[in-house]
């Protein structure tokens, strides 16, 4: 009988330890800015609900593969990424440009507009 409740309370708590730990990884933080598909890293990749360590590898592999993403709607050639999956982490991501600001010192400078004489 003391075995039996002993059992009992032991998988009470080891179930209760299972759902805390589910329920904490159910509700990861979203990031604050939108993530860069173009630039973000797994680990940056990984704070988008939604996007876990195989989905962030499978969106850098394509990225390596195919080059920039032009459109957040270019996961959707993802195994795994749907429709309805793409439009809960559409807010947290973004595709910008990469930037490719000219160097001050090697770009012509333009040379200020005449003032027309009076």
């Known amino acids: 009988?003391?075995?039996?409740?002993?059992?009992?309370?032991?998988?009470?708590?080891?179930?209760?330890?299972?759902?805390?730990i589910a329920s904490a990884d159910a509700k990861k933080k979203p990031p604050v800015h939108p993530i860069n598909l173009n630039t973000a890293n797994s680990d940056q990749l990984q704070e988008v609900p939604g996007i876990g360590p195989a989905t962030a590898d499978k969106i850098l592999k394509m990225r390596k593969s195919y080059g920039a993403f032009k459109s957040v709607d270019d996961l959707r050639a993802i195994k795994g990424i749907g429709p309805k999956r793409l439009e809960k982490m559409r807010k947290y991501l973004t595709v910008a440009k990469l930037s490719t600001k000219p160097d001050s010192k090697t770009s012509a400078k333009t040379p200020p507009a005449a003032k027309p004489s009076p």
């Open 1 to 20: 009988m003391i075995r039996q409740r002993r059992f009992c309370v032991f998988a009470f708590c080891f179930a209760l330890v299972f759902l805390l």
